[in-house]
């Protein structure tokens, strides 16, 4: 059964850090592409980037330039590193394949962008 398990979220002022994981239970070398996804309160859940298999990226235009995503397939992880937050970039962060499969969603991680 596919899982994956967020962390690392957290409460970060405006203009901070934050590295979030995706740990998965299968190997996730096989997959073309894995992604990152957020859902905001009130709002739907939107992608936010993808990570290519052979290297290539992609992001939302609202994150272009301060997110990076990565993957350690020896480790079956997936990375987003978040920097120059802001508070609209608060929500709850889910990885998923991209695009999603909708039985793998898991339980995310929350980020709060607050002073």
């Known amino acids: 059964q596919v899982q994956f398990v967020e962390s690392g979220g957290g409460l970060v002022q405006p203009g901070g850090s934050l590295r979030l994981s995706c740990a998965a239970s299968?190997?996730?070398?096989?997959?073309?592409?894995m992604g990152w996804y957020r859902q905001a309160p009130g709002k739907q859940r939107e992608w936010v980037a993808a990570?290519?298999?052979?290297?290539?990226?992609n992001y939302a235009d609202s994150v272009k330039g301060r997110f990076t995503i990565s993957r350690d397939n020896a480790k079956n992880t997936v990375y987003v590193q978040m920097n120059s937050l802001k508070p609209e970039d608060t929500a709850v962060y889910y990885c998923?394949?991209?695009?999603?499969?909708?039985?793998?969603w898991g339980q995310g991680t929350q980020v709060t962008v607050s002073s």
């Open positions: 299968v190997s996730i070398f096989s997959i073309y592409a």
């Open positions: 998923n394949t991209n695009p999603p499969i909708d039985d793998y």
């Open positions: 990570s290519i298999r052979g290297g290539r990226t």
